[in-house]
């Protein structure tokens, strides 16, 4: 009886101490990670990089949630939805025609993943209310999104948008 006791707190000790793991199913866990990060993959190709809106907008609707929260460097408040995310993709479109988002790192965590990607374009429209400056941009910058149920329902964008300004002539 001695025994049994110490072997029961022995493995609650053990477990208070996490030495005791629950066995979980990697590979199910494994194939969600890569469907999510094959699913953020998707939209950098189809809806970033894509020149054609009509063609971007159809790959919104199939990977994003119609709720989609995106922040982003310089705004507090999220652009909410479809219609948000059309309006900041229409922003880009028209100051940067020939942007290109490539994607250096991906990495996947239970329903996040995170991108390190780099930024490459032309200031040739008007970017908000800033004139066209001509001038090629470069930005780095990292994305973290969350992904539930198969969509994308929210994007956090970081950049050093002060190198943007900076880039577009927004700053003398």
């Given at each position: ?125 008007m ?13 780095e ?8 149920d ?19 002539n927004?700053?003398?």
């Amino acid at each position: 009886m001695r025994n049994r006791v110490w072997l029961i707190g022995l493995v609650g000790l053990l477990l208070i101490l996490g030495v005791f793991i629950a066995p979980t199913n990697t590979t199910a866990q494994s194939t969600s990670l890569d469907e999510n990060k094959a699913l953020v993959q998707r939209y950098y190709d189809e809806i970033l990089n894509e020149t054609d809106a009509e063609l971007a907008n159809a790959a919104m609707l199939e990977i994003v949630d119609s709720e989609f929260n995106f922040y982003h460097s310089g705004s507090m408040d999220p652009e909410v939805g479809w219609d948000g995310l059309e309006q900041a993709l229409d922003l880009k479109r028209t100051g940067f025609p020939d942007a290109h988002f490539t994607v250096e790192n991906l990495l996947a965590e239970d329903d996040l993943v995170a991108v390190r990607w780099t930024f490459v374009g032309t200031n040739t429209g008007m970017y908000i209310d800033i004139p066209a400056s001509d001038n090629e941009v470069k930005l780095e910058g990292m994305d973290l999104f969350l992904v539930e149920d198969g969509k994308i329902t929210e994007l956090r964008r970081i950049f050093d948008i002060l190198s943007l300004a900076r880039q577009i002539n927004a700053m003398q």
